[in-house]
């Protein structure tokens, strides 16, 4: 199977109006040539709706979908030349796993030998090729998904579109297929557009990830780049956990900001939004920079409320004389070692693992 990067894909205004409601909310978005992007967010923040106005079964109420300059929003969705992966697989219970792969290519019209070679190669390519006699039924929920995913794939389409495809999946099976993927990705080099709520699964396979919220998107960036410096509480709290400390800036000095907060002045390295003297400051601090003991740059006395070993690390939260509860993950080697609930520990963590973000 041929590889292509193909065409961008741009989004100018986008909007879907369900009456007064906004499924989605003049969204402005661009999809580079071969980019797996990832559509990331909660039940109703529009991703799926915006991966289906993408394939052609939502009409946009406002705006314009371009492929490589060439408006598509009036384009039958077999026109559009994008394979669709839905989360249900929508295989086809009486026919083989050959006959559910080659049924694009009979609609299209293509002879017999050539539909043959086809799912031949598609089938080889998500390693199926020994099942082709079988019938849905037949097969696990990871082989159904990899049979979806070699009819949306094997008529060639510039742009696959993934919706929420490994929902219905185990865990284990799930970060198996998401390696997979990524690597046909890769392999392939073509468009990849997923729909997903599972923070790992878009952190694992995207190149870019969009965050949605409320048919907006709210934030847009590398995992690593949204994951270190998101820019609002809803994204430091969806993508990953994260610990919030309010309080008002006082004085900066050095680029190291102190911030007043309900548990004396806590230092902060001016990461994230820009914040002055006087100003109401929101810090989020991830569970994982937080350290037992004293040390870094801040250190606060707080109480363990719970504390659960989970072998590889233990998860607490304390709660600090201020009254600011913080979820820790620390890693502790053995259970023995972990600290007592009720008991009075030191929680410290540097000023540069702080980012200060806007409140939703």
């Not at 919706?163 to 390696?179: C, F, S, T, V, W």
């Amino acid at each position: 199977m041929s590889t292509a990067a193909g065409r961008d894909i741009r989004l100018y205004g986008l909007s879907k109006f369900y009456g007064p409601f906004k499924a989605l909310d003049d969204i402005d978005l661009t999809i580079a040539p071969g980019e797996f992007l990832t559509l990331l967010g909660p039940s109703g923040s529009g991703k799926s709706t915006l991966l289906m106005a993408l394939a052609g079964f939502v009409e946009p109420s406002h705006g314009d979908i371009f492929v490589g300059g060439r408006s598509i929003t009036a384009l039958a969705p077999e026109k559009r030349n994008f394979g669709v992966v839905f989360q249900g697989y929508a295989l086809f219970p009486h026919m083989s796993v050959a006959e559910n792969v080659a049924y694009p290519l009979k609609v299209r019209g293509l002879d017999r030998p050539l539909i043959e070679a086809k799912v031949a190669e598609a089938l080889a390519l998500v390693q199926l090729d020994a099942l082709a006699k079988r019938l849905p039924k037949q097969l696990s929920g990871g082989q159904q998904q990899r049979v979806a995913l070699a009819r949306a794939l094997v008529f060639s389409p510039e742009v696959l579109l993934l919706d929420e495809p490994m929902g219905a999946l185990d865990k284990k099976l799930r970060h198996d297929l998401q390696i997979e993927l990524r690597q046909l990705h890769r392999k392939l080099g073509r468009t990849f557009v997923n729909v997903t709520h599972d923070q790992e699964e878009a952190m694992a396979m995207s190149d870019r990830i969009a965050i949605m919220r409320a048919g907006r998107i709210v934030q847009l960036g590398a995992p690593r780049d949204l994951y270190d410096l998101p820019e609002t509480r809803f994204v430091a709290d969806f993508l990953g956990k994260s610990n919030f400390i309010a309080g008002r800036v006082g004085e900066t000095t050095g680029g190291t900001v102190l911030v007043e907060t309900a548990d004396g002045p806590i230092r902060h390295a001016a990461r994230g939004r820009p914040v002055k003297t006087g100003d109401e400051a929101l810090l989020a601090l991830r569970p994982q920079a937080l350290r037992l003991g004293p040390g870094g740059d801040n250190a606060l006395p707080a109480r363990v409320e719970t504390a659960i070993f989970l072998g590889t690390h233990a998860e607490l939260t304390v709660r600090t004389a201020g009254g600011t509860p913080f979820a820790i993950n620390t890693p502790i080697e053995r259970a023995d070692a972990l600290p007592a609930e009720g008991a009075d520990v030191t929680l410290s963590w540097d000023r540069t693992a702080t980012v200060a973000v806007a409140e939703d």
